[in-house]
């Protein structure tokens, strides 16, 4: 019996991202069907359909659900029109993985919750970062108590960018808030902001530094800084006597994404690129070919997804917090 995939947007990260992940989820599960892909350019719409082998493009997104019946959608929309299809496609009753974030505010998000449980509908909201193989290996790694045996003492996690000017840099940011809620394992209980504003560079444009204290203790430090000299995206993690530095991109700097773990200043393991087993292709090292096959091999098991619409409220919440430029956020 077929397994039939519908996806909806055929922007850049549909093209760079998904699309090769599915057709590397179909080379693996062989009962695949891509049915159709929609977008409201007709051009670019067609050509996705015959960069990717699905079946039909569409420009109306009830059209293709009604004509294609597929067994799981993905919504690969910018956040201003997210809400709005994500919640037509759900009320529709059909399996839905949002990329990131599933909207800008709390309302928008709990909207979409009642849609869900009003169909019972299994979806998943795609936050790569956790999907990425290094990342997994990090929370692997503290899961199972090593290198020391020790609790988490702090993480920073920094993320910057070069001439980001975005207006509106919450819904980047959010990628850094989720980051360090999967790598502690914890929610957010206090945070305080502090923002260093560049009115010169444009409206909004601003450091974000946040002092957070998680759930189970964990202090954590996030600097996120939009325009700078380097793109970087890093955690480091220390325990007692052991720190874990995970650079997430490659840069100048780094020839190679990588996991060092450090112990008493000597260091004692080194993970790279290539040596996981999805971790050869930007698609796979950035966390989307497995946010896709964990989705997809969910509904094809019956499971619900673990991170879905509830799941990630926390991390809008904290985005918008930065989008109002509130002082503190506390749970």
Same mark, same amino acid.
């Given at each position: 019996?077929?397994?039939?995939?519908?996806?909806?947007?055929?922007?850049?990260?549909?093209?760079?991202?998904?699309?090769?992940?599915?057709?590397?989820?179909?080379?693996?599960?062989?009962?695949?069907?891509?049915?159709?892909?929609?977008?409201?350019?007709?051009?670019?719409?067609?050509?996705?359909?015959?960069?990717?082998?699905?079946?039909?493009?569409?420009?109306?997104?009830?059209?293709?659900?009604?004509?294609?019946?597929?067994?799981? +959608?993905?919504?690969? !929309?910018?956040?201003?029109?997210?809400?709005?299809?994500?919640?037509?496609?759900?009320?529709?009753?059909?399996?839905?993985?949002?990329?990131?974030?599933?909207?800008?505010?709390?309302?928008?998000?709990?909207?979409?919750?009642?849609?869900?449980?009003?169909?019972?509908?299994?979806?998943?909201?795609?936050?790569?970062?956790?999907?990425?193989?290094?990342?997994?290996?990090?929370?692997?790694?503290?899961?199972?108590?090593?290198?020391?045996?020790?609790?988490?003492?702090?993480?920073?996690?920094?993320?910057?960018?070069?001439?980001?000017?975005?207006?509106?840099?919450?819904?980047?940011?959010?990628?850094?808030?989720?980051?360090?809620?999967?790598?502690?394992?914890?929610?957010?209980?206090?945070?305080?902001?502090?923002?260093?504003?560049?009115?010169?560079?444009?409206?909004?444009?601003?450091?974000?530094?946040?002092?957070?204290?998680?759930?189970?203790?964990?202090?954590?430090?996030?600097?996120?800084?939009?325009?700078?000299?380097?793109?970087?995206?890093?955690?480091? +993690?220390?325990? $007692?006597?052991?720190?874990?530095?995970?650079?997430?991109?490659?840069?100048?700097?780094?020839? !190679?994404?990588?996991?060092?773990?450090?112990?008493?200043?000597?260091?004692?393991?080194?993970?790279?690129?290539?040596?996981?087993?999805?971790?050869?292709?930007?698609?796979?090292?950035?966390?989307?070919?497995?946010?896709?096959?964990?989705?997809?091999?969910?509904?094809?098991?019956?499971?619900?997804?673990?991170?879905?619409?509830?799941? !990630?409220?926390?991390?809008?919440?904290?985005?918008?917090?930065? $989008?109002?430029?509130?002082?503190?956020?506390?749970?």
């Amino acid at each position: 019996m077929s397994f039939k995939i519908c996806s909806v947007g055929c922007g850049y990260i549909a093209n760079a991202m998904h699309g090769p992940s599915y057709l590397k989820y179909r080379t693996e599960n062989c009962d695949t069907v891509f049915a159709g892909c929609c977008d409201t350019d007709a051009g670019r719409s067609k050509e996705f359909k015959e960069k990717f082998g699905f079946l039909e493009h569409f420009t109306d997104l009830n059209g293709m659900l009604d004509r294609c019946r597929p067994d799981a +959608v993905c919504l690969l !929309s910018p956040v201003h029109v997210t809400p709005v299809l994500a919640g037509r496609i759900l009320e529709m009753g059909y399996p839905l993985l949002l990329e990131k974030p599933p909207g800008h505010t709390k309302e928008e998000v709990v909207g979409l919750m009642k849609a869900a449980a009003g169909k019972k509908v299994p979806h998943m909201v795609a936050f790569n970062r956790r999907f990425a193989p290094l990342s997994r290996k990090l929370r692997e790694l503290l899961e199972a108590g090593y290198p020391s045996g020790h609790v988490i003492q702090s993480l920073q996690y920094d993320m910057f960018r070069v001439n980001r000017l975005d207006e509106d840099f919450s819904t980047t940011a959010i990628h850094a808030i989720d980051a360090v809620r999967f790598i502690t394992g914890s929610d957010y209980r206090h945070i305080t902001f502090v923002y260093h504003e560049y009115p010169q560079l444009g409206a909004n444009i601003a450091d974000i530094h946040m002092l957070c204290t998680m759930s189970n203790g964990i202090v954590a430090q996030l600097n996120i800084c939009p325009a700078t000299g380097i793109c970087i995206e890093r955690a480091v +993690v220390n325990l $007692r006597d052991s720190t874990l530095f995970l650079d997430y991109m490659k840069n100048e700097l780094n020839t !190679s994404s990588k996991l060092i773990s450090v112990e008493k200043n000597k260091i004692t393991q080194v993970f790279g690129e290539h040596q996981m087993p999805d971790d050869s292709q930007p698609f796979e090292k950035e966390g989307f070919y497995y946010e896709n096959k964990i989705f997809f091999d969910d509904i094809r098991a019956g499971r619900r997804p673990a991170m879905d619409l509830q799941a !990630s409220l926390q991390s809008v919440e904290v985005a918008d917090c930065i $989008r109002k430029r509130l002082p503190a956020y506390t749970a």
